[in-house]
């Protein structure tokens, strides 16, 4: 999954979104209620519904090698758009009691599918180890596991060597000041120094963040939901070594209008040396660019600590009131073992991160690889424990007018404290 989708709503929407979520909660719980009375029933079909984010193209792979090993059994395949789309796709129908017996749980759907029940828990499956720790984690309530992650993303820094060659640069800057002295070097050369898209919370400023946060002990955002901390405490010392990029010149205030694909694009034509983006962006540049040699970077800390930026990807979860519980749990089996891996894998370019498998990756993701599979990484709006989808709105309204010089770091971390204390 990309960073984009974790932020991709309109700014617009800000008030249309808090009154989603809230309405989203109670028709799932009223689903829940409303489906007491009607467990789930085992037809004994061998046929499981499923609905996913992923196209028809890239699923059906997997779907034509799970039917081959399991005779008589029939995957029926249903697609919703990323990330608006699906999301309200699967309310609809889990409102409705017509979700499939397999679905994607998301980021911005966890908290409601997991504290209304509305998957089966996964933690007694035999195959569960087989789950990286983090993607565990990410899905995990009171110790019930809800979503089957296999994969995971990264987002750092992607260089275009070509033109850091040209200002005398091939090694990677160890600290922030280093990086804002190649930028500088870029610049003064006439070389734009770097873009980052204004869409979403940008991948340096993610990973400045889980700087941060491992210097909490990984309790930042814990912390700051039991008000034992704030954003402005948390978060202000990042915003400001971010800031520097906008204060020194060195990266255009105009990237608060910028999308991740206009970004991409100004790589791909060799406009500007270096961008902020994610893992999944070096298929689109070997099909645009195919003779452009590049590479990805972590951020470095101002303290010399490098990290990258990321989250796991979606999970498969299984509608505790399934239809057909004995195939959705042969199909969710499926999706975790070594050959659905490497069919995806195949497929998407995808860093797998379950135990039984080594994906194969553009060489681009070579250093990323490692941290990714680890979980060494951090996204905002997956750590928070509650209303991520309001604060993550938020996040960028305040993060666009910050870009813009209109208000302040400590302003940006002000913003966030007074939002999180209006949906508590």
């Avoid at 979520?21 to 009375?37: E, F, H, K, N």
């Avoid at 509608?319 to 195949?346: H, M, R, T």
């Avoid at 860093?351 to 680890?374: E, Q």
């Amino acid at each position: 999954m990309s960073l984009r989708s974790h932020f991709q709503r309109p700014l617009r929407r800000r008030t249309v979104a808090r009154v989603a979520t809230v309405a989203a909660a109670a028709a799932l719980v009223g689903a829940a209620l409303a489906g007491c009375s009607s467990p789930g029933n085992d037809t004994g079909s061998k046929t499981v519904t499923f609905l996913s984010w992923d196209n028809k193209t890239t699923m059906q792979p997997l779907i034509t090698e799970f039917q081959k090993e399991n005779p008589g059994y029939t995957v029926k395949f249903s697609f919703a758009q990323p990330v608006t789309g699906y999301i309200q796709k699967l309310q609809t129908e889990l409102g409705s009691g017509t979700a499939p017996d397999v679905f994607i749980i998301t980021a911005e759907n966890k908290q409601q599918i997991m504290a209304g029940h509305f998957a089966k828990d996964l933690s007694q499956e035999s195959w569960i180890s087989n789950l990286a720790t983090a993607a565990k984690a990410t899905y995990t309530k009171d110790g019930k596991i809800y979503g089957a992650a296999t994969s995971s993303w990264g987002g750092g820094i992607l260089v275009n060597e070509g033109l850091l060659a040209k200002v005398g640069y091939t090694g990677q800057p160890k600290t922030w000041q280093e990086f804002l002295d190649l930028c500088k070097k870029l610049k003064d050369a006439g070389i734009t120094p770097f873009y980052e898209a204004g869409d979403g919370i940008p991948v340096t400023l993610a990973a400045l963040l889980g700087i941060q946060n491992q210097t909490d002990g990984g309790k930042m955002d814990a912390d700051i939901w039991a008000d034992k901390s704030t954003f402005v405490k948390s978060w202000t010392p990042a915003l400001k070594t971010w800031n520097e990029l906008f204060d020194q010149g060195l990266e255009s205030r105009s990237v608060a209008g910028l999308t991740g694909d206009q970004v991409q694009q100004e790589f791909n034509q060799g406009k500007v040396a270096m961008i902020g983006t994610g893992s999944w962006t070096p298929g689109g540049i070997r099909q645009a660019a195919p003779d452009l040699k590049f590479q990805f970077w972590p951020v470095p800390g101002a303290n010399g600590t490098p990290y990258w930026a990321g989250a796991v990807s979606p999970g498969y979860a299984i509608n505790a009131k399934a239809k057909d519980p004995q195939a959705a749990e042969k199909w969710v089996e499926f999706l975790q073992s070594k050959k659905a891996a490497q069919i995806y894998n195949k497929e998407t370019g995808t860093i797998m991160t379950t135990k039984d498998f080594t994906p194969v990756v553009d060489p681009s993701l070579a250093k990323m690889v490692d941290p990714v599979r680890k979980g060494d990484f951090y996204l905002p709006a997956v750590s928070w424990p509650t209303n991520s989808d309001v604060l993550s709105t938020t996040s960028v309204s305040l993060m666009q007018q910050n870009i813009l010089g209109k208000i302040t770091p400590e302003q940006f971390a002000k913003g966030m404290d007074t939002e999180l204390q209006s949906v508590k």
